[in-house]
């Protein structure tokens, strides 16, 4: 990241770190704007049901820093005290606008 090496103050923090210090400022993590960043699908089995298995999402999350040797984040905050309900259920889908690049295939004429 050029931008980071180009700044007057660069001070690399772990990610617990900087949670505890936008906690401070009155904010709370929810996640990565990259939801894909945040999976373990990815990952060896057994170090997928190894951090599946951490309770804590925060501390999942510096793990998962660590395992991918990730060293910048974009990371969405919001105020501290909302309670968060990070469910993902089809009920909360349908209030979404999804655009894609996918297009249907189309049809083999031989098997119409």
């Known amino acids: 990241m050029v931008f980071d090496l180009l700044a007057e103050t660069n001070e690399p923090m772990y990610f617990?770190?900087?949670i505890d210090?936008?906690?401070?400022?009155?904010?709370?993590?929810?996640a990565e704007s990259d939801v894909q960043k945040m999976r373990t699908a990815q990952l060896p089995e057994n170090a997928r049901k190894q951090l599946d298995a951490v309770p804590d999402r925060l501390l999942r999350e510096q793990y998962l820093d660590?395992?991918?040797?990730?060293?910048?984040?974009?990371?969405?905050l919001c105020r501290a005290g909302h309670d968060l309900d990070l469910a993902v259920t089809p009920q909360r889908m349908e209030h979404f606008l999804v655009a894609s690049s996918l297009r249907p295939?189309?049809?083999?004429?031989e098997s119409a």
């Open 16 to 18: 617990l770190d900087f």
């Open 105 to 109: 295939q189309e049809a083999d004429r």
């Open 21 to 30: 210090q936008a906690a401070e400022y009155g904010l709370q993590y929810i």
């Open 66 to 76: 660590f395992i991918l040797g990730r060293g910048f984040r974009q990371t969405l």
